[in-house]
């Protein structure tokens, strides 16, 4: 900028000698327009100094407005969410260019750079490096580009050879420092990508963070989408976002510089008002793309989710012969994407229209009356030669391929800082998208730390109106309480503790039982009553909502669900899951050991069956559901926990087979805690924690043979019951028909 300033712009040195001879030219002059624009060349020559440095303070005083307009306006916003509902979150519509977006962008870029001396600084130097090459590289084609032209004019024909060669001789540079750019853009991408997706890992693979996301918290229905798509196109945005804002901006800065060097700071600032102006229009016209970029996202997501919902439960779909139904929900998830997409196509047809008519066209033609005026300015009648007169004629002789080459460098300079800012223009729409993204992937780590630590947003279907407004009724705040958890050595026991579903139904209001090792439990009642949702408190799955809770350890109580889960890994991960085959070496297990233990549930053929210990399948299609739960119960026996939920695990297989599960559980010391309708079951527990469905529970010792006679009797008296119904209904039937005899 000062080079600028003290640069010497349209007539040479600004010295006496070229005043006075301009002076005399004016009183020389015969038409009067011509004086009087012949007296505002003196008065500027005069004054130019001034002149450039009231340009250079407008300029600063422009910057320092630009900056002061946006901490007003992040101050304001700052004081309207710190006002509006109570200091509650402000509803935001869509991705937008305020404090939020700077925020999300400083978390975000926090975790995808870890460091100052990481590998992604290191990424980012090289690619600040090669971008400063190329810019180095475009001023020295600019200007060989002028001297061919000028040669070429000029008849030159040596000078025009070697100008091709030096410019052939460029090619190799440039072309390698584009591939490089490309290189390190697409590394820059992949190192965002994985830090990214490593961090939300972290986070959703911990504390049931999966769960609760999917099944206590309501908030985000598609978070495998989010984790494998959008973190994607997040950290494609952003690296693709540094090389379309540093390279142009870059490009600007040196451009202006060799601009205002060769045309003078003031026909550069007469563009730059011109590209203010222009640029301010198309921001005012610009559709939102950062709100149309998130909802397209949010559109793909619950297309992808109804897709995976179908594959998830295709059986029963296809028992049902649901596809019909199917069919339209898919169709009209997908339908509203497409309209979703032809609404942004259409957007950017007459966007993309003026946009480029404003950044190729009206800049370009600004550009070129500019590079055209020092040309015509020498056509000013007898300048030329008032200021030889002053100077000698040597200096100031017509030169054509001096101006041809001046001309060509200026017209390629000047277009070289109009496609700069031509994609700084474009880059606007890429930084909306990207604000998109990075709102997207921002809420989904603040749901997952905010589930991490025991926060939920769960609809409260089973809440009347009246009492989700109460703030005072314990039974519609009870989903934001929270009880204790205690590490117990060995027992297990329940203190007051109510069972609620995330939604707020509460099934019982105070659960006390107390169970010891050896102690095993049957849990009975009808479906809905709390049965699954107090082993999903017992399992660390579903927060305590109030009273004690004391355990063991997580690692000392083992869940077996009726459809067992069946990992991707060889025959031997599906007995020793979640252990892996180094875990199974610490504990000294070897496969002979794991056939052992097949062989008491009776599945020792399978290892051959299956083609060996290594042998992977896809074991969900493999096995049958007997096959599933006698896996499941050899699971069990590989671990040996203290503790074992059975939640009718044992409902596919023979009774037989049931008989010597639960006796070689018993025999290892694993105390069961049993959820069946199976009477067999009944002789190898002791206690019992019955549920009425009305919010009552029972818990007592169970006499097996005692509740299987009272069983039967209660059945028997229910037939006869029945039969005595039906004897009154025959004796009615009987009294009207001898009525009419």
């Not at 600063?60 to 969410?81: P, Q, S, Y």
């Not at 222009?278 to 897709?307: D, K, N, V």
């Not at 989904?444 to 809440?463: A, D, I, N, P």
Request: hydrophobic share 45%.
């Amino acid at each position: 900028m000062v080079a600028a300033v003290n640069h010497d712009l349209l007539f040479g040195a600004a010295t006496d000698k070229i005043h006075s001879a301009l002076y005399k030219h004016v009183l020389s002059l015969k038409h009067k327009h011509l004086a009087v624009l012949a007296k505002v060349a003196v008065l500027y020559v005069k004054h130019q100094k001034t002149v450039k440095r009231s340009i250079v303070a407008l300029i600063f005083l422009g910057i320092i407005e630009r900056i002061h307009r946006i901490v007003r306006l992040m101050t304001a916003e700052r004081k309207l969410a710190a006002s509006s509902g109570g200091g509650k979150e402000r509803t935001r519509r869509g991705a937008q260019l305020d404090k939020q977006f700077f925020e999300n962008m400083k978390q975000l870029i926090a975790i995808a750079i870890p460091g100052l001396f990481s590998k992604e600084t290191g990424i980012l130097v090289a690619h600040t490096v090669l971008l400063v090459f190329r810019t180095f590289l475009s001023v020295v084609v600019a200007s060989l580009d002028g001297q061919i032209v000028s040669s070429l004019v000029r008849l030159q024909g040596r000078e025009f050879l070697t100008g091709i060669a030096k410019w052939m001789a460029m090619a190799v540079p440039a072309t390698l420092t584009n591939s490089l750019l490309n290189y390190v853009q697409t590394m820059l991408a992949i190192r965002f990508r994985q830090n990214l997706t490593e961090h939300v890992h972290r986070m959703y693979l911990a504390n049931n963070t999966y769960y609760a996301v999917g099944n206590l918290d309501d908030r985000i229905k598609n978070a495998d989408q989010l984790i494998a798509v959008d973190i994607t196109k997040f950290s494609n945005s952003l690296a693709e976002i540094y090389s379309n804002l540093a390279k142009p901006t870059m490009d600007a800065f040196v451009y202006n510089i060799q601009l205002a060097k060769s045309l003078g700071i003031e026909s550069l600032f007469g563009i730059m008002v011109i590209v203010q102006m222009s640029s301010g229009i198309l921001r005012f016209l610009a559709p939102p793309f950062g709100q149309l970029a998130a909802q397209e996202q949010r559109l793909e997501g619950e297309l992808y989710s109804t897709h995976s919902r179908l594959i998830e439960h295709a059986e029963e779909i296809a028992l049902y012969r649901g596809h019909e139904t199917e069919k339209q929900t898919i169709t009209h998830k997908y339908l509203r994407l497409v309209r979703h997409i032809n609404r942004i196509c259409r957007l950017n047809v007459f966007y993309n229209m003026l946009e480029d008519f404003v950044v190729k066209y009206f800049w370009g033609a600004a550009g070129l009356a500019a590079c055209a005026m020092p040309v015509f300015a020498e056509r000013l009648p007898g300048a030329k030669r008032a200021v030889a007169e002053a100077l000698g004629s040597a200096a100031t002789r017509s030169n054509v391929g001096a101006h041809t080459k001046s001309f060509v460098t200026n017209r390629r300079l000047l277009l070289s800082a109009s496609d700069a800012f031509g994609r700084l223009m474009y880059s606007y729409k890429e930084i909306i998208e990207l604000a998109g993204y990075a709102e997207r992937v921002t809420g989904l780590l603040t749901v997952f730390g905010e589930v991490s630590s025991g926060k939920y947003v769960k609809e409260r279907v089973g809440m009347s109106a009246e009492k989700s407004l109460n703030p005072d009724d314990a039974e519609a705040d009870i989903v934001n309480q929270r009880g204790e958890t205690v590490e117990s050595l060995d027992d297990v026991e329940f203190i007051d503790v109510p069972i609620v579903s995330p939604n707020g139904d509460v099934l019982v209001h105070k659960l006390n039982f107390h169970v010891k090792p050896g102690r095993h439990l049957l849990i009975v009642g009808p479906n809905g009553c709390g049965k699954s949702s107090m082993f999903r408190i017992l399992g660390g799955l579903w927060p305590v909502y109030g009273g004690t809770v004391r355990k063991p350890s997580m690692s000392q109580i083992f869940y077996i669900p009726q459809r067992p889960y069946l990992p991707i890994g060889t025959l031997r991960d599906q007995i020793i899951y979640p252990d892996c085959a180094a875990d199974m070496a610490s504990k000294s297990t070897t496969d002979a050991d794991l056939l052992e233990i097949l062989k008491v549930v009776q599945l020792n053929h399978i290892v051959e069956r299956e083609g060996g210990w290594d042998s992977v399948k896809a074991w969900r299609d493999a096995l049958s559901g007997g096959d599933k739960q006698r896996i499941a119960m050899a699971r069990l026996f590989y671990h040996r926990p203290r503790y074992a939920i059975m939640d009718e695990c044992t409902s596919a297989v023979s009774m037989d087979i049931e008989r010597i599960m639960y006796t070689h559980a018993t025999n290892l010391g694993i105390t069961l805690l049993t959820v069946s309708h199976r009477q067999s079951l009944w002789v190898y527990h002791n206690y019992i924690l019955q549920y009425d469905g009305q919010g009552g529970y029972l818990f007592s010792k169970l006499d097996p043979e005692r509740r299987i006679a009272l069983m039967e009797e209660k059945q028997q008296i229910e037939q006869e019951l029945t039969a005595i119904g039906d004897m009154e209904a025959r004796l009615k039937a009987m009294e009207a028909e001898a009525a009419l005899y």
